[in-house]
């Protein structure tokens, strides 16, 4: 194995671990464009390591307020309380930070092609696209407490709280199969 191979694969490896981390499980969040038009919350995943008592919970997010997180489990609906939430991540939307990473990993690939200016081409490739992957993957993650509680409400079903006549029963069980997304009927002339 030549000496340039020889670290790009650990070089790689290290710029990708920059990526955030994507708490959804796979195929169930929309594309940015889909997201707009869905009747759906986001993914959300929240931890409370510090008490045995209180579970961690994830699903869709259905609402928020000033007091809670109310998450759609494959339990059912639940109120979780802000004094019990640690941490949260809420994923809105699918990002294309695999794609870029992809594109990183095949640019790199050509810099032997280059001659000695690859000494400048593949870092070059290397910190550009792993920068640009990082970026990517964290656009579409609100977290607690980084940010406040009523940045989670853009990607909840109800943005604007709970609807004071609505039996959280009446939502059922989170069913985390992936569902096809209907396409946006065309706007009449």
Not at 38 to 54: C, E, H, Q, T, Y
Not at 116 to 135: D, E, K, M
Request: charged share 15%; aromatic share 8%; proline share 11%.
């Amino acid at each position: 194995m030549s000496r340039t191979r020889r670290w790009i694969l650990p070089a790689v490896a290290s710029l990708a671990a920059g990526c955030a981390a994507n708490p959804a499980p796979k195929d169930w969040l929309p594309k940015p464009v889909e997201a707009t038009h869905l009747a759906r919350g986001g993914w959300i995943a929240i931890r409370d390591p510090m008490a045995a008592k209180v579970p961690s919970f994830e699903g869709e997010l259905i609402a928020v307020d000033e007091n809670a997180f109310h998450v759609l489990t494959a339990k059912g609906f639940v109120s979780v309380p802000r004094a019990s939430v640690h941490t949260a991540t809420l994923a809105g939307y699918k990002t294309g930070a695999s794609a870029l990473a992809a594109w990183t990993g095949a640019g790199a690939a050509t810099t032997p092609s280059h001659g000695a200016y690859l000494v400048f081409t593949l870092p070059l490739w290397l910190i550009s696209g792993g920068l640009a992957a990082g970026s990517e993957s964290r656009v579409s993650l609100v977290e607690f407490p980084k940010q406040p509680m009523a940045a989670f409400a853009l990607y909840a079903r109800f943005p604007q709280g709970l609807p004071p006549d609505l039996d959280p029963s009446s939502l059922g069980r989170l069913d985390t199969a992936p569902r096809p997304i209907p396409e946006p009927t065309a706007k009449p002339r």
